[in-house]
């Protein structure tokens, strides 16, 4: 058994936000959506894919041509440190993520998340693009939507969002409910 350590990448960030996690060699391309879900806070509302070398996997469906990820595992995907793969999440919002192997070690351990940066964007903001656009309508008081997305965001006060912060022990917690079982 190996561990497979990779950096998840949101494509197209400045400043990048991005997490690094240790997976078990023969964990699935299913497993590591979750992961990845669960990493950038998503909310498991949109279509999913990833694009691997030999074809794209995600839920089956021959009119997308997507194989099933449930059954490619990671280590058969990213074989040597360097190797990558795209995920895509939200085929209206393109969040684009590069998924790259940086090492493999001998032994195996539960999913986990090592390190990161930023918060993940919040779920349906538009892609990159409309979040930026919404971090400089929170950091404007003035801005003429600026409580209307307040409001979306169930916020009072523009401060309650830091897109600076990463909680690694919460995202940790929440990994180590969905993957008690591994």
């Known amino acids: 058994m190996t561990t497979l350590t990779l950096k998840i990448t949101l494509a197209d960030t400045d400043p990048e936000i991005w997490r690094r996690v240790a997976v078990p060699g023969d964990f699935s391309l299913a497993d590591l ?18 694009n691997a ?11 997308l041509g997507h ?15 360097g190797d990558k793969l795209n995920y895509l999440y939200d085929f ?3 969040w ?5 192997l940086e090492a493999i070690e001998p032994g195996t351990g539960p999913p986990r998340c090592l390190d990161g940066r930023r918060a993940g964007p919040p779920e349906d903001c538009g892609g990159v693009g409309g979040y930026e656009e ?5 950091a404007d008081p003035s801005h003429e939507d600026h409580e209307e997305t307040l409001d979306w965001l169930g916020l009072e006060t523009a401060g309650e969002f830091d897109p600076a ?7 940790n917690r929440t ?8």
Do not use: C
């Open 33 to 50: 959506h979750e992961l990845i879900q669960d990493s950038f806070g998503w909310e498991r509302s949109h279509l999913w894919v990833f």
């Open 53 to 63: 070398a030999d074809g794209a996997h995600g839920l089956p469906d021959p009119e």
């Open 67 to 81: 194989e099933d990820a449930r059954a490619k595992r990671v280590g058969d995907v990213l074989r040597n440190p």
């Open 92 to 94: 209206g919002d393109d």
């Open 96 to 100: 684009l993520h590069e998924v790259t």
């Open 134 to 138: 919404l971090l400089d309508t929170l």
């Open 165 to 171: 912060a990463f909680d690694l022990a919460a995202v």
């Open 175 to 182: 990994l180590a409910g969905r993957f008690r079982s591994e």
